[in-house]
């Protein structure tokens, strides 16, 4: 099993849809995470960081639930400039903060007008 | 004011040769990192340096060596290129937050890797 899992996509959407990403975890011992972009044949970026109450940022929204080992990105009225892909990320959670970061595979947003 | 710097940003090169990638952070962070992105676009973490000390070592072979000669220095030497070493390496930096943990990295344009 990967630890950090996300479907790949393409997901094909509409201008002002509203588009919601999922990520699973399988380490329950990491403490902190992450959505980046990465736009094609850039570097990634962050997006935002995720906490456990939730958090938001204009049109995106993030939300962990940690007894799932779940997290969520959700992007509002979807923008053409939104088409990146986005990727879940998940510290490591070892022993020893070593600022380890696991990446999943990444999702693949293209909005078309 | 390129916050992480990489040279070269694109490397082709024949099985057999050694080559280096070179990466410098102007953020005055103290940590930095080496990425493999394969073509399967998995991002995955290869080294990290904190304060020129080596806290990260993944499996990777040993034909791969980093070295970080200062804090805003993270060089990436790898020995007899194999096909498969052909990929995106990004080199990336964050600040250690001690007990709080690291603050975001910042990754650096990435050298794309062609091994003929």
């Known amino acids: 099993r990967k630890e950090v899992e996300q479907d790949p996509g393409p997901f094909n959407v509409p201008e002002g849809a509203t588009v919601a990403f999922n990520c699973t975890y399988s380490?329950?011992?990491?403490?902190?995470f992450f959505w980046y972009r990465q736009d094609c044949r850039k570097e990634p970026k962050l997006l935002m960081s995720?906490?456990?109450s939730g958090n938001e940022d204009g049109r995106f929204t993030a939300q962990l639930n940690r007894a799932s080992q779940y997290i969520s990105l959700l992007i509002r009225d979807s923008k053409l400039s939104d088409s990146a892909t986005y990727l879940c990320?998940?510290?490591?959670?070892?022993?020893?903060?070593?600022?380890?970061?696991?990446f999943g595979q990444g999702t693949t947003l293209q909005v078309k007008p | 004011d390129t916050a992480v710097s990489q040279t070269p940003k694109y490397l082709v090169t024949q099985m057999g040769n050694d080559k280096s990638i070179k990466c410098e952070q102007n953020?005055?962070?103290?940590?930095m990192y080496w990425y493999k992105q394969d073509s399967k676009k998995f991002l995955k973490i290869m080294f990290s340096?904190?304060?020129?000390?080596?806290?990260i070592n993944e499996t990777v072979p040993n034909r791969f060596s980093p070295k970080s000669p200062d804090k805003a220095h993270l060089n990436l030497h790898i020995n007899s290129l194999e096909l498969g070493d052909s990929a995106v390496y990004f080199c990336?930096?964050?600040?250690?937050?001690?007990?709080?943990?690291?603050?975001?990295?910042?990754f650096g344009p990435g050298t794309r890797l062609t091994v003929l």
């Open positions: 340096y904190n304060n020129k000390e080596l806290i």
């Open positions: 995720v906490y456990s």
């Open positions: 953020l005055g962070h103290d940590t």
């Open positions: 380490n329950s011992a990491s403490q902190s």
């Open positions: 990336a930096s964050s600040q250690n937050l001690g007990l709080a943990g690291f603050h975001e990295q910042f």
């Open positions: 990320v998940v510290n490591g959670g070892y022993s020893g903060n070593t600022g380890k970061l696991i």
